[in-house]
């Protein structure tokens, strides 16, 4: 009996190991995965520096936009959608961070404004060709009439010295 | 025997007639494009003429505006009346800002019982990195985010740190572009905000 109290013992901490090994691996596994700079980078392409004007978030050097980066990695990290991190900078810095305006107040004359200007310049070049096909053609100058008796004339003359008359 | 040279002009002068008739029909097409061209270059000028304007200056209403900070209070402007509110725009990734926080914790300490309202807008920055900013400068006067830069549009600063002090009547009493240099400047700001309020 107390010899087989020392195995026992081994057999029950090896049991334990193993147990904690399996427990410490699975909250490991469970652990979502840091996002990769390249995924941060995509949601970061879609927004702008809100400092630095015109320049978009995934290529921006500065010490702000690093910040800014490794935010969308940790909100990536809690399971925030692309969508979702981008209406989040948006409550926090405004519109401008968006790479396109959303279309509301004076935003809608972005959209507007290309497609009318199109169709006023179509209108126009409509309006010119109509004008052109209309204009009146000018007529071939009349070739020299014959009934002319100085041109009859002068042909005879001419007819009679290729003779040789 | 008819006279040529006397009928040329006149069917000229017909047909120049007809060409002008025509060029003053009014069309709604034509119409509409001069409209669209001149409300393009209105909105074109008040843009252009908004983003000159540059800061409020001293004597204008100061922008009123509320505010959460950071430890969730509720502040707002117009509930200070009859104080003077000396109003902070920084970012923790903005270095000039630090050379003039110490000295703002530090007025303050020295002014807040004296009438004085301290509030910090945080502008364009990332939370944690703001309250490290705040702890690394023991900074303990109101702060919060101005979320969507509303404030900063109102104010229509032009980069961080700006530092605006409002009279107790609302006006604006001094915009500083830049950091303050000294806890004496500062202090000489607020001693002139507090003045102007007394008189």
Not at chain 1, 3 to 9: D, G
Not at chain 1, 26 to 38: E, F, G, H, L, Y
Not at chain 1, 87 to 92: G, K, L
Not at chain 1, 147 to 154: F, I, S, T
């Amino acid at each position: 009996m107390s010899a087989r109290r020392p195995l026992t013992l081994v057999i029950l901490a090896a049991i334990v190991a193993i147990g904690l090994s399996v427990a410490v691996s699975r909250s490991a596994q469970a652990q979502p995965p840091t996002p990769s700079d390249n995924q941060v980078n995509q949601v970061a392409s879609q927004l702008y520096c809100p400092v630095c004007e015109n320049v978009p978030l995934d290529v921006c050097p500065t010490q702000a936009c690093a910040q800014w980066r490794e935010l969308i990695r940790e909100k990536l990290a809690a399971g925030w959608s692309d969508d979702q991190i981008k209406q989040y900078f948006v409550t926090q810095y405004g519109d401008r961070v968006l790479a396109t305006p959303p279309a509301h107040g004076l935003n809608w004359l972005v959209y507007v404004l290309p497609p009318v200007a199109i169709l006023i310049g179509v209108g126009i070049l409509a309006a010119v060709l109509r004008s052109w096909r209309r204009a009146p053609v000018p007529e071939p100058a009349a070739p020299p009439s014959t009934e002319d008796p100085y041109v009859r004339q002068m042909e005879e003359e001419l007819k009679r010295r290729e003779r040789g008359e | 025997m008819v006279d040529e040279t006397a009928i040329e002009p006149t069917q000229a002068g017909e047909s120049n007639s007809e060409e002008f008739q025509g060029g003053r029909r009014f069309s709604w097409g034509t119409g509409a494009i001069w409209l669209l061209l001149l409300a393009f270059l209105l909105l074109l000028f008040f843009g252009l003429r908004r983003t000159q304007q540059g800061p409020v200056q001293p004597g204008a209403p100061a922008p009123q505006f509320s505010l959460t900070t950071f430890d969730g209070q509720d502040l707002d402007t117009t509930h200070m009346r009859g104080k003077v509110i000396l109003v902070n725009f920084w970012a923790s990734w903005c270095v000039p800002c630090e050379q003039e926080a110490a000295e703002l914790q530090q007025a303050y300490e020295n002014y807040k019982d004296k009438g004085v309202v301290f509030i910090g807008v945080n502008y364009v920055d990332t939370e944690p990195e703001a309250r490290d900013y705040m702890a690394r400068f023991d900074i303990t006067y109101p702060n919060g985010p101005d979320l969507g830069t509303r404030i900063s549009q109102a104010y229509r600063i032009r980069g961080v740190p700006e530092t605006y002090i409002m009279g107790a009547n609302g006006n604006l009493v001094e915009a500083k572009i830049g950091p303050y240099a000294s806890l004496a400047e500062i202090q000489a700001s607020l001693d002139r905000a507090l003045g102007s309020t007394t008189e």
